[in-house]
């Protein structure tokens, strides 16, 4: 193997998450989200990003998450160099669990049958697939709302749904994007523990976006993000 492969092979072995150069603009370039992004994250890091309102920290979520291709540089997350990555519908469903701030649950299906969409990619039955939903449900202590509909749930219901739903599929990554930011302190504070629990419990990699510094601060590393890059790491 060619040093430069074998060097790459190992910082990824290294850090599960791997970005050197990303860039990233929108309407044909007027716009530049992300200017030259570099960044490693360790397997299991519990990691912030704070920045203020349109300074990328989004752009760079939706990059790691492959809902968004960058224009220039080097993505490698959980051993995927998401360049090359043909099906990133499937790297996607095995690898990240997504938390909205908005939480992004489907009105018209129940609780449970919310949850359970991420798991028909896999190759679960349906019974399975329920009996898995239920368990989740009853991790965020939400056995008795199974069969409401999100807009029958406090904000803060809904966002443990989200957290079950991200969980389905046993991610080892979890992207939150201002997963407290519609709650109040307490519930936020509430939802961050769900979190921080299932990272020390499952060792899953933790990235959340936040602008609340009592979020922020609760995390191994705080990344700051200022017009399109890092400017504290
Ligand atoms: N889909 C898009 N189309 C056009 N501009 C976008 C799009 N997504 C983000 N942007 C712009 O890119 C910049 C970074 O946005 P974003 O990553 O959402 O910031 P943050 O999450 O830090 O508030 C902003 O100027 C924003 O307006
Ligand atoms: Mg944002």
């Known amino acids: 193997m060619e040093l430069e492969a074998l060097n790459e092979k190992y910082d990824v072995t290294q850090n599960i998450i791997q970005i050197k150069g990303l860039k990233k603009s929108f309407d044909n370039g007027k716009i530049t989200a992300l200017n030259g992004i570099d960044l490693n994250i360790k397997k299991g890091e519990f990691v912030s990003i704070i920045g203020p309102s349109g300074s990328g920290k989004s752009t760079i979520l939706n990059m790691l998450g492959a809902l968004d291709r960058g ?16 099906d990133l519908s499937s790297f996607r469903s095995k690898e ?3 938390i909205f701030q908005l939480h992004n649950l489907i009105p018209n299906l129940t609780v449970v049958e919310n949850v359970e969409i991420p798991m028909y990619e896999g190759d679960l039955s349906n019974k399975e697939i329920r009996k898995k939903a239920l368990k989740l449900l009853e991790y ?4 008795d709302k199974v069969n409401r509909r ?5 904000g803060g219901e809904r966002q443990r749904v989200a957290i079950a ?3 389905a599929n046993d991610p080892s990554i979890i992207l939150a994007d201002e997963p407290t930011g519609s709650l109040d ?3 936020g504070q509430i939802i961050l523990q769900r979190l921080r629990e299932i990272h020390e419990k499952e060792n ?3 990235i959340v976006v936040t602008h609340d510094l009592s979020v922020a601060n609760q995390a191994e590393r705080i ?7 890092i400017v504290e790491n």
């Not at 224009?71 to 043909?86: A, M, P, Q, R």
């Not at 999100?150 to 406090?154: G, V």
């Open 71 to 86: 224009d220039e540089g080097f993505i490698n997350v959980s051993g995927h160099d998401l360049n090359k990555t043909k």
């Open 96 to 98: 990240i669990g997504f």
């Open 140 to 143: 965020v202590e939400l056995t």
């Open 150 to 154: 999100p807009t029958e749930l406090s």
């Open 165 to 167: 739903r991200a969980l």
């Open 185 to 187: 302190s307490k519930t």
């Open 204 to 206: 899953v990699t933790l």
């Open 223 to 229: 990344i700051r993000v200022l017009d399109g890059k």
